[in-house]
């Protein structure tokens, strides 16, 4: 299955949006002398970030166009099925055992320990 970057670009422009409206409200709060040595290190600090691992992974994704889904292991759907199957039986034990209480209770209420 294949998917669109459509979400990887939303995020991206939330995230941008979110730190141009914090860098504004951080330059009116504390002043103009603020907003140069905030861009400045924002700025360094935003490139060291986009040229590490997080950077590449998303120029790769960005490159690649789509994602792929990767398929499970056989083993593991194997596994899955297997117990996919113990538990539809342990719910009819489970059914089968509050039947049998139901029975029980319902035919000598005098025996029950008060409660």
């Known amino acids: 299955m294949r998917e669109s970057n459509a979400p990887l670009y939303t995020a991206v422009t939330i995230v941008s949006l979110a730190l141009l409206g914090a860098f ?3 330059s009116v709060v504390i002043g103009e002398d603020f907003a ?11 490139a060291v970030i986009l040229k590490g691992p997080v950077g590449k992974a998303l120029a790769e994704r ?25 538990l539809v039986e ?24 008060r409660g």
């Not at 009819?92 to 055992?97: C, G, V, Y």
């Open 62 to 86: 960005i490159h690649q166009g789509t994602i792929t889904q990767a398929e499970p292991h056989p083993e593991v759907l194997e596994e899955l099925y297997d117990m996919r199957g113990r």
């Open 90 to 113: 342990m719910e009819e034990r489970l059914d089968f055992t509050e039947r049998l209480l139901a029975r029980q209770r319902a035919e000598e209420p005098s025996q029950l320990p």
């Open 24 to 26: 504004i409200a951080l």
């Open 36 to 46: 140069i040595p905030a861009l400045i290190t924002g700025g360094v600090v935003g």
